[in-house]
């Protein structure tokens, strides 16, 4: 068993940051990629952005410059510092990971979210 548990969302002024973890825990032989994805009210998921396991990063247009994408393979987490937030950027925030178990069996996993709100 394997969980993902998102933290670190909240209500933030326009322009102002948020940092967001991903904590995994559970049967984790090694963690290859890992993404964060959102999904606003009445809205499709929209993938925001990815690192491997040698630590390379992809971005979504909409957050580049703005978003970074981390990780911290000893404490098995994934970060998304967000600066400069928009209102546009308000959504339930999921992090997604492909995990090898010690069964070297590998799965995608899926956290619970964490709710961002940008509002003044």
């Known amino acids: 068993q394997v969980q993902l548990v998102e933290s670190g969302g909240g209500l933030v002024q326009p322009g102002g940051s948020l940092r967001l973890s991903c904590a995994a825990s559970?049967?984790?032989?090694?963690?290859?990629?890992m993404n964060w994805y959102r999904q606003a009210p009445g809205k499709q998921s929209e993938w925001v952005a990815r690192?491997?396991?040698?630590?390379?990063?992809n971005y979504a247009d909409s957050v580049k410059g703005r978003f970074t994408i981390s990780r911290d393979n000893v404490k098995n987490t994934m970060y998304l510092q967000m600066n400069s937030l928009k209102p546009e950027d308000t959504a339930t925030y999921y992090c997604?990971?492909?995990?090898?178990?010690?069964?070297?069996?590998?799965?995608?996993?899926w956290g619970q979210g964490t709710q961002v709100t940008v509002s003044s």
């Open positions: 997604n990971a492909n995990i090898l178990s010690t069964e070297w069996t590998a799965y995608e996993f």
């Open positions: 690192i491997d396991s040698v630590g390379s990063t």
């Open positions: 559970g049967d984790i032989f090694s963690i290859n990629h």
